[in-house]
T-cell receptor, first 111, second 114 residues
Framework: GQQVMQIPQYQHVQEGEDFTTYCNSS?????IQWYKQRPGGHPVFLIQ?????EVKKQKRLTFQFGEAKKNSSLHITATQTTDVGTYFC???????????FGKGTLLTVNP | GAGVSQSPSNKVTEKGKDVELRCDPI?????LYWYRQSLGQGLEFLIY????????KSGLPSDRFSAERTGGSVSTLTIQRTQQEDSAVYLC????????????FGPGTRLLVL
């Protein structure tokens, strides 16, 4: 079945450093979504990418969808302590209503 | 407006007991999902409800797990004869049901089976 892999599993940075997490799917995706889960919290939707090669920005966060629509990345510029959490990517699997989530990348930021 | 709510927020039970977890989706959302999140893991799909259609139960890990959705709104996930490996956070999510859209998650129920 479809698999969505995320790397790295963990990333620890100093405040102000950049951070990138990568998401790779075994199959072509119609779209990809990114979620953030703060420690002790629940996943919160960040963004959805649909088009091949699409790039979207949210303040210090930059999201990319690969040309082949099988990979994606989330880049955070100049991390802040508020960025701490686990970042998940998710892609539709099979049907139009089910998502396969990656295992996430846990980001910790040292102030 | 109100988001997805779940109850209880925490549940500690003994091995072999049954538990019921409740989810109240966002009003008007026809799609409802249950996920399981084990410590440090991703989200494991359990079951999906859409309106009055038959639910997609393909993610339920065993016949000890079942779920209902009454009146197209509130859902209950039941785990019978709980086992220690059932310990996890059970998350509910809903969306308007137009396709693969944003999933709005509830705060989850943290289940600990002793």
């Amino acid at each position: 079945g479809q698999q969505v892999m995320q790397i790295p599993q963990y990333q620890h940075v100093q405040e102000g450093e950049d951070f990138t997490t990568y998401c790779n799917s075994s199959t072509t995706l119609s779209n990809i979504q990114w979620y953030k889960q703060r420690p002790g919290g629940h996943p919160v939707f960040l963004i959805q990418l649909v088009k091949s090669g699409e790039v979207k920005k949210q303040k210090r966060l930059t999201f990319q969808f690969g040309e082949a629509k099988k990979n994606s990345s989330l880049h955070i510029t100049a991390t802040q302590t508020t960025d701490v959490g686990t970042y998940f990517c998710a892609g539709p699997r099979g049907s139009n209503y089910k998502l396969t989530f990656g295992k996430g990348t846990l980001l910790t930021v040292n102030p | 407006g109100a988001g997805v709510s779940q109850s209880p927020s925490n549940k500690v039970t003994e091995k072999g007991k049954d538990v019921e977890l409740r989810c109240d989706p966002i009003s008007g959302h026809t799609a409802l999902y249950w996920y399981r999140q084990s410590l440090g893991q991703g989200l494991e799909f359990l079951i999906y409800f859409q309106g009055n259609s038959a639910p997609d139960k393909s993610g339920l890990p065993s016949d000890r797990f079942s779920a209902e959705r009454t009146g197209g709104s509130v859902s209950t996930l039941t785990i019978q004869r709980t086992q220690q490996e059932d310990s996890a956070v059970y998350l509910c999510a809903s969306n308007p049901g137009q396709g693969v859209e944003t999933q709005y998650f509830g705060p989850g129920t943290r289940l600990l089976v002793l």
